[in-house]
């Protein structure tokens, strides 16, 4: 039966219940599938790198077994890999097994570092930098067709870290650089197109666990807004003297 009454003055004081309408999407949602923007968040590699570190304690050796850890995170395994062998790359995890790593803790970043400021030095890490600005300048990053093995099939996440933090502690200030300038030092000029992107797909993974570790930060430079990441941490000195394995 309905409430309404066929007398006007009744209806006028009859409340009536108003329906809040739903906020319009983001212009950014309209393009983005509804899986992708459910789940943009749990695949950035900082995210992951966060929660991983706001598990473990500040300086306490914790030994980590991935799948579990991956379980509880609610995250890939892959990536959580990834985090992982960024850490490991400077020293704040060990790997003791296939599945299992052992947290070092913050203290051994550090040390880290002076020792890559020192094998910076020794690989000559300015030249190449300026070698390939100019290159990147002149537009001479050949994306050539050819089948040789190339240095990135010899990298592995770790070692590829390990290359990234070298450029960024010889940087001048502002210490910023951009991922395709790194990726000819780190790379050299001779890649196809597709190995290119793979490469710099890669170099993004590692920024992103170097940001929620401190060290970074993306930054956007130019005109043209490129993308590049900015180095955050203390400055590290040389010291001369033995390199320490």
């Known amino acids: ?31 983005t599938s509804p899986s992708d923007l459910g789940n943009r968040k749990e695949k950035c590699f900082q995210l992951v790198g966060e929660r991983l570190l706001a598990t473990l304690p500040r300086d306490t050796k914790v030994t980590v077994k991935l799948d579990m850890m991956a379980t509880n995170l609610q995250t890939d395994i892959k990536r959580l890999y990834t985090v992982v062998n ?12 296939m599945n299992t790593y052992q947290w070092q803790g ?15 030095d020794k690989q000559d890490m300015v030249g190449l930098l300026e070698i390939a600005k100019k290159q990147a300048e002149l537009a001479e990053i ?22 990234l933090l070298m450029l960024f502690l010889i ?14 030092v780190i790379f050299g000029p001779l890649l196809t197109k597709g190995r290119r992107s793979s490469c710099l ?22 005109s ?12 590290v000195k040389l010291i001369q003297g033995k390199l320490d394995s």
């Open 224 to 235: 043209k807004k490129t993308l590049a990441f900015q180095y955050v941490w203390e400055t």
């Open 142 to 163: 050949d994306e050539k067709d050819n089948t040789e093995e190339l240095d990135e099939m010899k990298l592995n996440c770790v070692m590829m870290t390990q290359k």
């Open 106 to 120: 913050w203290d051994n970043m550090m040390p880290s570092l002076v020792w890559l400021r020192q094998m910076a």
């Open 1 to 31: 039966m309905s409430i309404w009454s066929s007398n006007p003055r009744v209806n006028q004081q009859i409340p009536r219940c108003v329906v809040p309408l739903p906020p319009l999407p983001q212009e950014m949602e309209l393009f």
């Open 201 to 222: 797909q890669k170099l993004m993974d590692i920024s992103q666990v170097l940001q929620s570790v401190g060290l970074v930060k993306r930054v956007m430079v130019g």
């Open 171 to 184: 940087l001048p200030e502002p210490r910023i650089i951009s991922l395709s300038v790194a990726s000819c």
């Open 86 to 97: 960024v850490l490991e790359a400077i020293r704040m995890m060990e790997r003791l097994g």
